[in-house]
């Protein structure tokens, strides 16, 4: 069962095959999910502070029937956070909002601040003090994995050049119809693992009609073969949901996408 299964971060630490997303959850609703996650068997939760639900996570952590240090749990310093000790500051404001000790993997949101996504403005020296203070509250003990999101080729070297820690994971948008092959491919030559957010495309795969035929060509939903297709390339998927019913179908992905049917995919 994958809920079961893990990947093995480069520090030798072990992550959950699958994790729980949890953006546009709001914080009111999401302690509630987290639990029922919990319930169903997921271990592996992932929060941010840009998504403004780090307290809720954090109560539906410490209110769920599992124990602390059975759970993995990931938050992300916000995007617009680009000097040290804006992040020191940040790195403690997670631990305090969601309530724990430690936070099992923390990330770089994104290398530019959203409303410069894409430009050409790469924020090298200010990402390599991030890092820093990643690394700092890693050596400290507050974070037992760090990493990056939405990192480029680029911005992976850059930090790649500098860092005493080399980063664990880089978090990014990686679905059917969204494959970045030759990142995926440099990241994890790198042995960086390669983490898959918003499987399905935000909801957009559902009205995909040929993803729909190859679904039912193995019995299973489109959001099944989403997961699947992302395990497949040796990614972590963290698909989103707050449906108890999809909460469970999303982990039930023991089946195996043809080699056929898996390049079809990639070049959607």
Same mark, same amino acid.
């Given at each position: 069962m994958i809920l079961n299964e893990h990947y093995t971060l480069s520090n030798g630490m072990e992550i959950p095959k699958l994790g729980l997303g949890t953006w546009k959850i709001d914080d009111s609703d999401v302690a509630q999910t987290v639990r029922e996650a919990?319930?169903?068997? $997921?271990?592996?939760?992932?929060?941010?502070?840009? $998504?403004?639900n780090e307290r809720g996570v954090g109560e539906g952590i410490l209110t769920s029937s599992v124990k602390r240090d059975e759970l993995f749990i990931t938050s992300k310093v916000a995007a617009e956070i680009k000097s040290y000790d804006e992040a020191v500051a940040s790195i403690d404001q997670s631990l305090e909002k969601l309530g724990l000790e430690f936070i099992d993997l923390m990330l770089i949101h994104c290398p530019q601040p959203w409303n410069e996504f894409g430009s050409d403005n790469r924020y090298f020296e200010e990402n390599r003090e991030v890092w820093r203070a990643l690394e700092e509250a890693y050596e400290a003990g507050k974070l037992r994995a760090i990493g990056v999101s939405n990192f480029q080729q680029v911005d992976l070297e850059n930090i790649l050049s500098v860092c005493n820690v080399k980063p664990m994971a880089n978090q990014i948008l990686a679905n059917i119809t969204h494959t970045p092959l030759d990142l995926i491919q440099y990241t994890q030559e790198k042995g960086i693992l390669v983490e898959a957010y918003s499987p399905l495309a935000h909801g957009d795969l559902l009205q995909n009609e040929k993803v729909a035929e190859i679904a039912d060509k193995y019995g299973v939903s489109v959001a099944q073969l989403s997961v699947?297709?992302?395990l497949q390339l040796g990614l972590l998927p963290l698909p989103k949901t707050v449906t108890p019913k999809h909460l469970r179908t999303n982990t039930e992905v023991n089946f195996m996408i043809s080699e056929e049917d898996m390049n079809y995919l990639k070049k959607m």
């Open positions: 919990i319930k169903v068997g $997921y271990r592996h939760i992932d929060t941010a502070q840009a $998504y403004e699947r297709f992302d």
